[in-house]
């Protein structure tokens, strides 16, 4: 089920309209729209958080393994680094979406993919800092 999907099901569950539950969280019914038919998800984790407690489930029903590594990439590298793994999320996504691996071992590959990401960044903050002044925000 994808993250559209549970917030509409858990939306209707509790007999909320688009515009109720946006007023519940403090974003308009058009947000909430794009969030159901999965234009693109929150892009913070406290717009997560308030979205599971308006829905009355847990924040993990919502977030997926890839929404919780663009997240991360976001607050710790600004826009850059969510864009930049938003990018690697959709790259990887593509090069799965024939292949012959068990969904474990894909979930081990992305998640050493993802490691390998952070470290590079690690790497580019350490060793090039002027490019994360002011950039990132």
Same mark, same amino acid.
């Given at each position: ?61 919502? =977030?997926?393994? $890839?929404?919780?590594?663009? !997240?991360?990439?976001?607050? *710790?590298?600004? #826009?850059?680094?969510? /864009? ?16 012959? =691996?068990?969904? $474990?071992?894909?979930?081990? !590959?992305?998640?050493?993919? *993802?490691?390998? #990401?952070?470290?590079? /960044? ?16």
């Amino acid at each position: 089920m994808t993250f559209g999907e549970k917030v509409k099901k858990a939306r209707k569950e509790l007999g909320l309209t688009q515009t109720q539950l946006g007023e519940k969280i403090g974003v308009s019914r058009r947000t909430i729209t794009s969030y159901e038919a999965d234009a693109f998800p929150p892009r913070t984790r406290e717009l997560y958080c308030k979205l599971a407690k308006a829905l009355d489930v847990n924040v993990n029903y919502l =977030l997926t393994q $890839e929404n919780e590594f663009i !997240l991360g990439a976001g607050e *710790q590298y600004g #826009y850059r680094g969510r /864009k930049g793994a938003q990018a690697l999320a959709g790259e990887l996504t593509g090069l799965f979406s024939g292949g012959d =691996l068990a969904e $474990e071992d894909m979930d081990e !590959l992305m998640l050493a993919i *993802q490691k390998a #990401y952070v470290i590079a /960044k690690e790497n580019n903050r350490k060793y090039a800092p002027e490019k994360y002044k002011k950039k990132d925000g």
